[in-house]
């Protein structure tokens, strides 16, 4: 089986933020590895429809045409993808006035304390 350079490296890029994401005590690169995730995800799906001599399915054959569903899956995927980075910054706001910190474990304790 063939292995597309995409598909490797948006898989790499995938375990590499899930493990930042799992490590880091910081809300703010929390949020930065939850992104990178999901360009991660959009990237391999968006490779995987990649072949090398197909066109674009406006004004192209049909038969040497590729399937524009993917594609069109993925452009639905960023946009909500935006809106949960937007969500995530909205309650990071909050929560920096509410905590004055962006740790995680700083965040924690002052939750217990009060």
């Known amino acids: ?48 429809g990649y072949f090398r001599g197909v066109e674009p399915p406006i004004g192209a054959e049909l038969e040497n045409a590729i399937d524009p569903l993917p594609q069109a899956l993925m452009i639905t995927a960023i946009v909500i993808g935006v809106a949960v980075t937007a969500v995530n910054l909205t309650m990071l706001i909050s929560l920096l006035r509410q905590s004055k910190s962006a740790d995680w474990e700083t965040v924690q304790n002052k939750s ?3």
């Open 1 to 48: 089986m063939r292995y597309n350079f995409i598909e490797i490296a948006t898989i790499i890029m995938f375990f590499i933020s899930f493990y930042g994401l799992i490590t880091t005590k910081n809300a703010i690169k929390s949020i930065i590895y939850i992104s990178l995730i999901e360009i991660a995800v959009i990237m391999f799906f968006l490779g995987l």
């Open 112 to 114: 217990m304390e009060s």
